[in-house]
């Protein structure tokens, strides 16, 4: 028999901060990239400098999944590559729906983004007459009340117009659906347990114009922290 951990409670899985979350899809781009001009190892300081945060920022985020590299030497950059995706759920079917064909929706449905990490469209739908129908990336549209009997999708896309979006995002929880990325420009009302994601530009142009009204030639760049070097911490031995 497996023993208990102490205080005969269960175990819980670790609780990953969310600003590791979205720093793991970038390290997951650069581990490709230096993949794919033949790189076999990596350091923290070099992820740290292409990612535009700090080394022990680097280490602390590798460090909540597990041991993957080795002082001096640093990480091997397959085998980073591998456990970042395996942590981000690239190796299971994630089937998605998207709601809203118009060209934002038709951009998704023809990305070709999605299979390689683990991302698969399983259904379009819309409410339009001259939309339902028709063929879109390989897809059929249908009418958004199929999405009842539709391929169930473990994740719903929201491309709807602003007044569009709630209904929609309705209609999804009520088929099952648990995680919303919503690219409409309104905030969703949703139960607690749906995860809900936004991807808005303005905002994003937004948050570049507070930066950039307040650049100053004696301020670290935009990504940095203050008083810490890109690199990281110098010219010690190298660290993973």
Do not use: C
Not at 55 to 83: I, P
Not at 134 to 156: N, Q, S
Not at 162 to 184: E, H, K, R, T, Y
């Amino acid at each position: 028999m497996a023993p208990r951990p102490a205080g005969g409670g269960e175990t819980r899985p670790r609780r990953i901060p969310e600003a590791t979350v979205v720093r793991l899809p970038l390290y997951q781009r650069i581990l490709a990239e230096m993949l794919r001009a033949g790189a076999t190892t990596v350091s923290s300081e070099e992820l740290a400098v292409r990612a535009r945060v700090n080394a022990a920022k680097v280490r602390k985020d590798f460090s909540l999944f597990g041991s993957f590299g080795t002082r001096g030497t640093g990480y091997d950059t397959a085998f980073l590559a591998a456990q970042i995706d395996r942590a981000l759920g690239a190796d299971r079917d994630w089937p998605i729906a998207i709601v809203g064909i118009g060209n934002l929706g038709r951009a998704l449905a023809n990305s070709d983004g999605f299979s390689s990490h683990g991302f698969r469209v399983s259904g379009l739908y819309d409410v339009h007459a001259d939309v339902v129908g028709a063929r879109v990336g390989g897809h059929t549209v249908r009418h958004l009340d199929e999405l009842f009997g539709g391929p169930r999708a473990a994740i719903g896309v929201v491309s709807t117009p602003a007044a569009a979006a709630q209904p929609v995002a309705d209609a999804l929880v009520a088929a099952g659906v648990v995680s919303i990325l919503n690219f409409a420009p309104r905030v969703l009302s949703v139960p607690v347990g749906i995860l809900v994601r936004y991807v808005d530009l303005s905002i994003e142009l937004q948050v570049m114009s507070f930066f950039l009204a307040r650049r100053d030639p004696d301020l670290p760049p935009v990504g940095v922290e203050p008083g810490v070097r890109p690199g990281g911490p110098g010219n010690g031995a190298r660290r993973p």
